[in-house]
């Protein structure tokens, strides 16, 4: 997702590599956003076809220059290969997304989010997060 992310926005920052079977990710400068910060780069993937999971501020970079840098693509996804995400991968989206990933997402793009989660949940069935998770949390995050 890192590289197809970057490949999209034609960055030409150094990709990603494998180091004895860890990712090293190519170093970015910057703070960790605040709330309003976090929708931007929220926003800002979604406009380029990416969705997060666990939308957070520590998982973005505000640079000198001012953009909000996603840096944490392990639960980055797209809407139309939802099918293919690793089933682990999908309990995660969800779990993360309802625990509060579904607070960094700003209100105009909250219903692609929404229709994401509840498409990731169809195709898990009985494996589904929602299964195990209480009501009120599943109405806090609008489910
Ligand atoms: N490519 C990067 N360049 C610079 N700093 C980074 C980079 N990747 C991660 N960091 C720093 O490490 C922190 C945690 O990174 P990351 O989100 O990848 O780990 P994590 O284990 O998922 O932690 P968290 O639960 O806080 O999200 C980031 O908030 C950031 O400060
Ligand atoms: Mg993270």
Do not use: W
């Not at 589904?128 to 806090?140: A, E, F, G, H, V």
């Amino acid at each position: 997702m890192c590289n197809e992310y970057h490949i999209k926005i034609q960055s030409f920052k150094k990709p990603p590599t494998i180091v004895e079977k860890c990712i090293k990710m190519p170093f970015i400068n910057g703070k960790t956003p605040n709330f309003k910060d976090t929708l931007i780069g929220v926003n800002d993937l979604f406009k380029n076809g990416f969705f997060m999971g666990d939308a957070k501020p520590s998982n973005f970079l505000k640079t000198p220059e001012g953009s909000v840098e996603p840096i944490d693509f392990g639960l980055v996804f797209k809407h139309d290969t939802l099918e293919s995400i690793d089933h682990e991968v999908k309990k995660n989206i969800i779990s993360d997304y309802l625990k509060g990933g579904f607070r960094y997402i700003p209100n105009e793009i909250k219903n692609e989010y929404h229709s994401c989660i509840v498409k990731l949940d169809d195709i898990l069935g009985k494996d589904s997060p929602t299964r195990k998770i209480n009501l009120k949390i599943l109405s806090k995050a609008g489910l």
